[in-house]
């Protein structure tokens, strides 16, 4: 016998995670640990965050997010506007490695990771700006 949920459960239950939070992103480095530490529960609990040190660097907040349903592949998806990480001074000590979407509360302390998005290959630490354009089916697939 199969087991599924239906689209809208998933639709209601994705748009429930993001709706109404404060979503950035972080820019993060290749000594990160936030690509196999998957059961951290705050910010501040990694191992080795290993964000951007390079001058110019901010975290930028997700704008336009967005739930929608993918019937044809039996899945919510989650989507926003494009991010640029923008007026890097290309000094950082390490290549990126990928970007952590996370909930903000109030800092580290009490914010929440939500999704580790890896690069398909290291961004060079000496660029001026790194763009993150998500995937066309959403940043995240929820099935």
């Given at each position: 016998?199969?087991?599924?949920?239906?689209?809208?459960?998933?639709?209601?239950?994705?748009?429930?995670?993001?709706?109404?939070?404060?979503?950035?992103?972080?820019?993060?480095?290749?000594?990160?640990?936030?690509?196999?530490?998957?059961?951290?529960?705050?910010?501040?609990?990694?191992?080795?965050?290993?964000?951007?040190?390079?001058?110019?660097?901010?975290?930028?907040?997700?704008?336009?997010?967005?739930?929608a349903t993918d019937a044809g592949n039996n899945r919510a998806e989650f989507d926003a506007t494009d991010v640029s990480f923008t007026g890097?001074?290309?000094?950082?000590?390490?290549?990126?490695?990928?970007?952590?979407?996370?909930?903000?509360?109030?800092?580290?302390?009490?914010?929440?990771?939500?999704?580790?998005?890896?690069?398909?290959?290291?961004?060079?630490?000496?660029v001026s700006q790194v763009d993150i354009p998500w995937n066309a089916e959403g940043i995240v697939q929820q099935a």
């Amino acid at each position: 016998m199969a087991s599924h949920a239906f689209h809208e459960t998933l639709r209601v239950a994705l748009n429930a995670l993001v709706s109404g939070k404060d979503l950035r992103a972080a820019l993060l480095m290749t000594n990160t640990t936030a690509d196999t530490e998957r059961t951290i529960t705050l910010m501040n609990a990694f191992a080795t965050l290993d964000e951007c040190d390079a001058g110019g660097y901010a975290r930028v907040a997700l704008a336009s997010e967005a739930v929608a349903t993918d019937a044809g592949n039996n899945r919510a998806e989650f989507d926003a506007t494009d991010v640029s990480f923008t007026g890097l001074g290309g000094d950082a000590t390490r290549d990126y490695q990928g970007v952590l979407i996370y909930e903000h509360v109030t800092n580290d302390t009490d914010s929440i990771p939500r999704w580790w998005i890896e690069f398909a290959s290291t961004e060079s630490n000496t660029v001026s700006q790194v763009d993150i354009p998500w995937n066309a089916e959403g940043i995240v697939q929820q099935a």
